[in-house]
Structure formats: C-alpha cells, structure tokens
C-alpha cells in the first residue's frame, strides 16, 4: 500500500507500500553530446523537427565517425523519450558502430532494456560502459537500479555506494541507497540517506514519501505525516502519498482523515488496488462490512498486493476474513 520510489536515471517505482525510489525521466543523467547539430531543435514542440533535422545531418554524409555516433545517439535519445523503444535502441546499435568507445550509448541502451524488463540485457549493458568508463557514476547508479529490480538488494546498495563516492552531492544516488535500506528492513540507515539527500535538494517528493515510509515503520508516526504532507504539497498528483498518508492516519484511528485520502487517491487513479483496499477496510470498520468486503476484493483482483502494508504495519483488521 504505502509505496517508496526507486529514482534513478530511468524512472521505476518499487512496490511495497511506502517507499519509492526517486523517479526522474527515462534517460536523465547524462547530457546529450554538443556535437550534434540537430541538438539545435531538442527542444522544438514538435519532437519530429528534431528527428528530421537529426535525419538530415546523419544522412549528409560529411560527418566524422564521432559526430555521426552523437547524432545517432542524440536521435536515439529523442525516440526512446517518445517511446519509440524499437527505433532508438536501433539508433543505440548503430552509435556504438560508429564509435565501440560511446560509453554513454550503452548506458541509454540499457536504460531502455531495464524499461523493457529486460533486467540482464540491462546490466550487461551498464557493465559494458563501466569497461570503457569505470568512473561513470551514472552508469553505476542505473545498474545499481538493475540489481535492485532484479531483488538483489546488497549489489544495488554496493553500486549505489559507490556512485555516491565518485559523486557525493547527487540526491538521486542518496535517495535510491535508502530506498534499498528500507527495502532490507534498516530504515534507520534508510533515513540517515534521506537525510542527507534533503540537504542537498528540499525539492524532491519522493525523498520525503521515503522517508515518511522508514517514520511509518518505525512507529513515528506523525513524523510520517509531516513528510507525506510534504510530499503531497510538491506533487499533489501522486495518489501514492495520498494512500501512505491514508495509512497513517488510519494507524491513529483517524478515519474520516483517512477515508478522504484514500478517495483522493481514487479520484486520480479509480484503479488504484491500495486506496480502494483502505477505503473497503474504513468501510468494514464503519459497519458497512458487505461493502468493505466487497471493496477489498476487488482492490485484491486488481493488485494481489493491495493489502500487504496494513498487514506488515500491524493493523488491527489482520483478523478481517475477506473470503474467496
């Protein structure tokens, strides 16, 4: 139910309820090369223009072997941001012909297999990179992030840590090493990274939904609420730290608080399994218990999930038989 967000250079959200690894867009972290002219429009409203003028200096002729690669890469760039996942690893491909040595290339390559859960094709890819560049932080992160998907936590904290080394002052990296502190059950080393990826950046809901999570676990909750309500005042879309604050708020018996967060969560998501999970329990504790039942069934046949967290937080409804 309550969620915490893995952030890397490629979005990804981990389930549990509670935490997240911070998200940021697909292929962040790493610039596109000046070199290619058709950066000129990466910023056009209209993606084509860019494509178009990244299609007509690729097929000019006159390129370098290294400008071609930054062109094929900055066009692969612009396609994976459109989501055209086929076409960009193609431009990815031929980068890396054009130039073996385009650590970056594999790095944004990989970045798309992990969004195409192709976890191992992704780690091959970062580990590529690393061969041609052992200090790119970048590429050591979003590995990091691999393993961690993978559910082979310890090799993600080793790789979040030591992109922390090599760049100290990226909230990202802090970020996600907490996120897998939480995710071994150590939320006082998780908070501990929280801590300090907030002093480096306060603008970074998903670092304060974190960190409300490991509160959430520890007990405190008020604490909790104070980071979800932060979260929630940066980024009031997220029906995640809606339904953890629900959750919050229904460890104090505050129901009415909690019911209208979780329907707050259901207005931006109708097919969000949590908030419905925790209305149908504030339901069945109202004396509407058919229609609380009814709802936690359905939120289950959504997200199998969807009741996990109230269970792990050790709420008093563990004893509910919600039936077949």
Not at 29 to 40: F, N, R, V, Y
Request: with cysteine; aromatic share 8%.
């Amino acid at each position: 139910m309550a969620d915490v967000k893995i952030v890397r250079a490629l979005a990804l959200i981990l389930g549990l309820g509670g935490w997240t690894l911070p998200t940021a867009p697909l292929l962040a972290g790493d610039d596109m090369p000046d070199a290619a002219q058709c950066l000129k429009k990466k910023n056009d409203p209209n993606p084509e223009a860019s494509i178009g003028s990244c299609n007509s200096l690729i097929e000019d002729g006159s390129l370098s072997q290294q400008e071609l690669a930054d062109a094929l890469y900055t066009r692969g760039r612009i396609r994976a941001e459109l989501g055209d996942h086929a076409r960009a690893i193609s431009d990815f491909d031929e980068a890396l012909r054009a130039d073996p040595e385009f650590a970056k290339a594999h790095n944004a390559r990989a970045g798309i297999y992990a969004d195409l859960g192709l976890v191992e094709e992704a780690i091959a890819d970062y580990g590529d990179a690393l061969k041609i560049d052992p200090l790119y932080s970048t590429a050591i992160h979003n590995r990091g992030i691999a393993y961690h998907q993978k559910g082979e936590v310890a090799l993600a904290i080793a790789d979040y840590s030591a992109a922390i080394q090599i760049d100290s002052e990226s909230d990202l990296y802090l970020t996600n090493r907490g996120a897998a502190f939480a995710d071994l059950g150590d939320h006082f080393g998780a908070i501990a990274d929280y801590n300090a990826a907030l002093k480096i950046s306060t603008n970074a809901p998903d670092t304060y939904n974190n960190r409300g999570f490991s509160y959430l676990h520890l007990g405190w909750v008020e604490n909790a609420i104070e980071d979800f309500d932060r979260a929630i005042s940066l980024n009031p879309a997220d029906p995640l730290y809606l339904n953890n604050r629900g959750t919050a708020h229904a460890l104090q018996s505050s129901w009415v608080k909690a019911r209208e967060d979780f329907e707050a969560a259901l207005q931006i998501n109708p097919d969000d399994g949590a908030a419905m999970y925790g209305l149908g329990i504030i339901s069945y504790l109202d004396g509407r218990e058919e229609e609380g039942l009814a709802m936690m069934k359905r939120a289950i046949s959504i997200d199998p999930q969807a009741g996990q967290d109230f269970h792990s937080l050790g709420l008093l409804w563990q004893s509910i038989d919600i039936g077949g």
